[in-house]
């Protein structure tokens, strides 16, 4: 038995020209999104070379049997020392030369991951190495110059909420007149994202996490004693609700990029509070356009 194919017999099939996929199908019919999932891409961008789990899609017209995967994984690999200035522009040079590769006129990228974020303690001025939630969810239609594309780019942050309810019930309890310090009560950790639809690169990553940070009480991994102290006490002084924090968050969103964005950009707000007494948590969804939340400001 061979313990390898001869380059000429590999040349001998090539030469054949069988592809398996480009045959007739045994039921033509048109498949909206084929490809990939569960695959690490690596980008190049300012932060530096960062993963991102890929799920990348094209269709399929009725007449064709299947994708070629490995010409997906060619552009994957022909894009990993070019250096991008953004995730949605990396996304964009994915989607576009995947769909040339498959012949395809409609594709989606959803690239899903973390980036590093140095934060600086409110009351140490100590430096913790956190991260941030980043995804993109980016679909193309056309081909050439008649390439139209609409990106969602989504940033999320870890947080702290505490509860009005029971504070609320302890105040009228326990409360001596004259007293300031906010009553105990019990907090979550939670976590909430903020999805905008793009008009090119904006808004940026930086902006979106400026809105986050502005709305929510949020956390960080390095905190010494009077830092732990401070972000309690602000977060209890000012409680709220997974609603709440759905809310504030799209009342930053719209004073932020009103005036920026289309106002038919598609603002998507979701936040889940992992409750500590409770079994259950709690989650909260926002699903709007820029304009609807600018006309409640």
């Known amino acids: 038995m061979k313990t390898s194919i001869s380059p000429q017999d590999h040349a001998r099939v090539l030469a054949e020209g069988v592809d398996i996929p480009q045959?007739?199908?045994s039921f033509a019919l048109p498949l909206p999104e084929v490809g990939i999932c569960g695959k690490t891409v690596w980008v190049r961008l300012p932060e530096g070379l960062v993963p991102f789990t890929a799920r990348l899609e094209v269709n399929l017209a009725a007449?064709?049997?299947g994708i070629h995967m490995s010409r997906m994984e060619e552009v994957i690999a022909a894009l990993y020392d070019k250096e991008f200035a953004?995730?949605?522009d990396y996304g964009l040079r994915l989607g576009r030369e995947m769909m040339e590769r498959q012949g395809a006129n409609s594709g989606r990228v959803r690239l899903t991951g973390q980036l590093p974020l140095i934060r600086t303690a409110r009351v140490s001025g100590r430096q913790s190495v956190d991260s941030i939630d980043l995804n993109l969810d980016l679909k193309l239609s056309g081909q050439g110059a008649e390439?139209?594309?609409?990106a969602?780019?989504?940033v999320g942050v870890a947080h702290i909420t505490a509860c009005p309810c029971t504070q609320a019930y302890?105040?009228?309890l326990f409360r001596k007149e004259g007293e300031e310090c906010p009553m105990p009560t019990h907090s979550q950790r939670s976590q909430?994202?903020?999805s905008l639809q793009s008009s090119g690169l904006s808004p940026s990553i930086g902006e979106m996490l400026g809105c986050l940070e502005d709305a929510l009480h949020v956390t960080q991994d390095l905190l010494k004693r009077t830092d732990e102290a401070q972000l309690v006490y602000t977060s209890h002084s000012q409680p709220q609700f997974a609603e709440d924090a759905v809310r504030e968050v799209a009342r930053c969103a719209g004073g932020r990029f009103g005036e920026v964005l289309p106002q038919e950009s598609l603002v998507v707000i979701e936040s889940l509070s992992l409750e500590s007494i409770h079994i259950h948590d709690v989650c909260c969804r926002l699903e709007t356009t820029l304009a609807e939340i600018v006309s409640h400001l």
Do not use: E, H, I, K
Not at 147 to 150: D, I, N, T
């Open 86 to 88: 953004d995730l949605r």
């Open 152 to 154: 969602v780019l989504g």
């Open 192 to 194: 909430t994202t903020l």
């Open 63 to 65: 007449q064709v049997r």
């Open 147 to 150: 390439l139209s594309s609409v």
């Open 23 to 25: 045959q007739q199908p």
């Open 170 to 172: 302890n105040q009228t």
